[in-house]
């Protein structure tokens, strides 16, 4: 048995797994040491560092590299938040649209999708959700909603 099958028998995960959980929990500590695990978006605590996450104050995609490397463009933030932010300010160049937002109520836009239609239209019955279909464009996806039956809020 070679050392990484030993480590990985001992550890019960993968070694490199380990490595990373070992030092995202001492970097919580180190932060937590430093009194700086307050969260950057809510200003609230973060406690454990399952929820500690390295945030960019200023995206760097699509602005300058160099945002990437600006440590005074760092902070902590909560995971929830970060990944809350991270998708209210994505947008779709080739649309100009905030991704998943659309005007029309029950339409989201899936950039994720792996297919040519990517305008989803849902209708909402209650607390359900039911997928009626993709589409190429917003307006489609709008128009099977109004065909299905429109959409209820909640």
Known sequence: MDTFDRKKDQLGIHPATAQHRLKKIVVFDLVKRLGENICYRCKKEII???DLSLEHKIAWLDNSPDLFWDLENIAWSHLSCNIRAARRYKTNSSRGKTRGKSKHLGVSY??????????LAQQRFGNKKRKIGYFHTEEEAANAIKLAGGYEPK
């Not at 899936?110 to 305008?119: D, I, L, P, T, Y």
Request: charged share 55%; proline share 0%.
């Open 110 to 119: 899936n950039a994720c999708q792996k297919r040519k239609k990517r305008w």
């Open 48 to 50: 454990s560092e399952d």
